[in-house]
């Protein structure tokens, strides 16, 4: 069973950072893509951002594209996302999700394995 843990969401001004991590943990696993995606209040689930586990492709919304960054690192199973210039629109519960095919990065349903999420508030 493949569990994926995310930490380092919390509550940071407009303007500000913040750095989320999600750990892959069960048995050996070696994911195809990982991925973020974030839900508002009231809003859908989107998508934020992607990375290939082996070549390192990334793939990011338009709306973070410049601001977030996605960073893998695959001794550790861990993918991460550096999170510069909050605005208060970011703020969301932000899940990681793995995709152990070959799926189109950018769509939710391609993702077999999903974080519990953690909360990013983004104060004005």
């Known amino acids: 069973q493949v569990q994926l843990v995310e930490s380092g969401g919390g509550l940071v001004q407009a303007g500000g950072s913040l750095r989320l991590s999600c750990a892959a943990s069960?048995?050996?696993?070696?994911?195809?893509?990982m991925g973020w995606f974030r839900q508002a209040p009231g809003k859908e689930r989107e998508f934020v951002t992607a990375i290939t586990w082996t070549g390192g492709s990334t793939y990011y919304a338009g709306s973070v594209k410049g601001r977030f960054t996605i960073s893998r690192n695959i001794a550790k199973t861990t993918v991460y996302l550096q999170m510069n210039s909050l605005k208060p629109e970011d703020t969301a519960v932000y899940y990681c999700?793995?995709?152990?095919?070959?799926?189109?990065?950018?769509?939710?349903?391609?993702?077999?394995?999903w974080g519990q999420g953690t909360q990013v508030t983004v104060s004005s």
């Open positions: 999700a793995a995709d152990p095919n070959a799926g189109v990065p950018t769509i939710s349903g391609n993702y077999h394995y």
């Open positions: 069960g048995r050996t696993f070696r994911p195809y893509t």
